[in-house]
């Protein structure tokens, strides 16, 4: 059998990004209670490389 966590940093990025959460009511208040909250990472993002 293969595994069933095959990570992917662009999946993972479509799935569970700013603005996948931003397009549903439950996503706004994650990103909502994640601020209150104070965190230093909203969402999950591909991080940008540097030119």
Do not use: C, I
């Not at 996503?27 to 965190?39: F, I």
């Amino acid at each position: 059998m293969k595994p069933t966590y095959n990570p992917s940093k662009l999946r993972r990025a479509r799935k569970f990004g700013f603005r996948k959460r931003n397009q549903t009511s439950a996503g706004r208040k994650v990103l909502r209670n994640r601020r209150r909250k104070g965190r230093a990472k909203l969402t999950a993002s591909v991080a940008r490389r540097f030119r």
